[in-house]
């Protein structure tokens, strides 16, 4: 059992890394029940290491509430460090893994269209440089692949929760969408400040499946059906309509915000808990050649992630320019 040494800090207990464990086990559970079914111990324990855990940082990391168990801000800020650790020590364990044994074969990996052209394709390419006896399948089908039947072995996809029948899987961040315009447009149209402005505006609509469900049914509750002018059968094509300039589209922002050629017109909406998760199942997460990739595009999509804001502010900032100039 590794411990944290403490001799320089006499009034701390030591730090028991084990319980980062049930730190993020509660963390991404919501409660000390969810934590201890995933980590197949009691809820005595969970609660009992979280107890530890805190008393040995000096910090309250959760807030107790009769609906379970709430990250606190300093929880919030140490959460980060704490997944640091863990893929530390999942890619330690995939180094000791694949040490000296065959990494060759294929690895299956299911997602949307517009995440696989826009997200993975560069990605895939350094994988294949850094590992170029590993071969990736990628799926793009609109219908879900089921991991446990074996239908693919990663999927990157949106979802409420990654639980149930065996799946496993690292949360990247939440899923927003929102509308977007290219530059162009934006320039000869300007840019809707609120849902009513977009009664002036040219809406591209479609994406497929539950996305078109869930998108045309906000536009008819805002009135804004009859604004469809153009209707793509997939998210991608979304994509391809607003950078032609056509119009404006829902689109993911962790697709759309690294577009430098798009503007953000309205805020996404927060009244949803779907997020973005790399997903594999227990039968193939140990797998060297399964661990290698999700390892490996849970770094760069975290990365990714991670250069958003400051990109999404550089654009703001550049608008403001282009107004003022």
């Known amino acids: 059992m590794l411990r944290y040494d403490s001799a320089n800090m006499p009034n701390r207990p030591p730090l028991d890394w084990n319980?980062?464990?049930y730190f993020l086990g509660v963390a991404r559970g919501g409660s000390t029940l969810a934590a201890?079914?995933?980590?197949?111990?009691?809820q005595t324990t969970v609660a009992r290491r979280i107890a530890a855990l805190e008393e040995a940082v000096k910090l309250t990391?959760?807030?107790r509430r009769q609906a379970g168990y709430a990250l606190t801000p300093e929880g919030a800020e140490l959460l980060v460090h704490a997944e640091a650790v863990e893929a530390a020590a999942q890619r330690f364990d995939s180094a000791a893994l694949a040490s000296g044994r065959d990494l060759s074969g294929n690895v299956r990996v299911t997602t949307e269209e517009i995440f696989a052209v826009t997200l993975l394709a560069p990605m895939l390419r350094e994988l294949h440089d850094l590992h170029p006896q590993i071969r990736i399948e990628l799926d793009t089908a609109q219908a879900i692949r089921d991991l446990g039947a074996g239908e693919a072995d990663i999927a990157i996809r949106s979802t409420v929760q990654?639980?149930?029948?065996?799946?496993v899987g690292r949360r990247l961040c939440r899923d927003d969408w929102t509308l977007y315009c290219s530059r162009d447009y934006a320039a000869r149209n300007g840019v809707p400040e609120s849902p009513d402005d977009l009664r002036n505006h040219a809406i591209i609509g479609g994406g497929g499946g539950n996305l078109w469900r869930h998108y045309q049914a906000w536009l008819r509750s805002l009135g804004l059906e009859d604004q469809v002018a153009m209707h793509h059968a997939s998210s991608t094509g979304l994509l391809s309509g607003a950078r032609s300039g056509f119009g404006i589209a829902v689109l993911p922002c962790i697709v759309a915000d690294a577009e430098p050629d798009l503007v953000r017109c309205l805020p996404p909406r927060k009244d949803h808990d779907r997020s973005f998760w790399l997903l594999t199942h227990e039968r193939?997460?140990?797998?060297?050649?399964?661990?290698?990739?999700?390892?490996?595009?849970?770094?760069?999509?975290?990365?990714?992630?991670?250069?958003?804001?400051?990109?999404?502010?550089?654009?703001?900032?550049?608008?403001?320019?282009?107004?003022?100039a």
């Open 162 to 167: 990654a639980d149930g029948n065996g799946l």
């Open 284 to 324: 193939v997460r140990n797998a060297p050649r399964v661990r290698t990739v999700i390892d490996f595009l849970y770094e760069r999509l975290r990365r990714h992630v991670a250069s958003l804001p400051e990109r999404l502010e550089q654009a703001d900032q550049d608008r403001r320019q282009q107004r003022q």
């Open 61 to 63: 990391l959760f807030d």
């Open 36 to 42: 201890s079914r995933s980590l197949r111990v009691s």
């Open 19 to 21: 319980d980062l464990r």
